[in-house]
C-alpha cells in the first residue's frame, strides 16, 4: 500500500503570515515550487499561497507584493492529509475539493512533514486513474463550501 509519505516532497517549508508575497515569490523561485504552506504561531498551518494567486489576488489588483503578506491571501483551514493515509485517500481529499497541492502533516504532532502536488501524484499512478484524476481536480466547478470551512 503506497502512503502519502511515499509519494510526497518532503521537508515543506512554510512561509511566515508576516512575510511579503514578494519573499514568498522569490522562495518559490529558488526552490523551482509553485505553492508554499503559509504557517503561524507554533507552525500552526494557516494555508497555502500559490504563483497564481500572487498574480490574481495581488498584482492583478493592483496592489504592491512588497507590502502585501502571506496571511492576508491565507482563506479558511486548507485540507491536509497525514503521512501514513493511504493514497487513494489523498486522491479523494484532491478530488472532492479541486485542490492541486495537498500538505501532509505528521500524527500525533500535526506538524507539516511535506506537500503533494499534481506531478507527485502524476507519476505514480497508472493512465487510466491519472486521466480520472485531471479531469476531477480540473473540472470547471467551484470547490465545495467544505473545503473552505474545513
Avoid: W
Avoid at 498551518?45 to 491565507?74: K, N, S
Avoid at 485542490?99 to 502533516?105: E, K, S
Avoid at 499512478?125 to 476531477?136: D, I, Y
Amino acid at each position: 500500500m503506497t502512503r502519502a509519505s511515499d509519494i510526497m516532497h518532503p521537508g515543506a517549508e512554510c512561509i511566515r503570515e508576516h512575510e511579503t508575497l514578494a519573499a514568498a515569490a522569490r522562495i518559490m523561485r529558488e526552490r523551482h515550487v509553485g505553492a508554499l504552506p503559509i504557517c503561524g504561531e507554533n507552525d500552526k498551518l494557516l494555508g497555502i499561497v500559490t504563483d497564481r494567486d500572487i498574480v490574481l489576488r495581488c498584482v492583478a489588483e493592483g496592489r504592491d507584493p512588497a507590502q502585501v503578506t502571506a496571511g492576508e491571501l491565507a482563506l479558511g483551514r486548507p485540507m491536509t492529509v497525514e503521512a501514513d493515509e493511504d493514497c487513494e485517500q489523498v486522491l479523494r481529499v484532491m478530488e472532492q475539493y479541486q485542490v492541486r497541492r495537498l500538505p501532509v502533516i505528521n500524527h500525533p504532532e500535526h506538524k507539516l512533514v511535506g506537500m503533494i502536488s499534481e506531478a507527485d501524484i502524476a507519476r505514480g499512478l497508472p493512465q487510466s486513474r491519472l486521466a480520472e484524476f485531471v479531469a476531477a481536480v480540473t473540472a470547471e466547478q467551484p470547490p465545495k463550501k467544505e473545503a473552505l470551512q474545513a
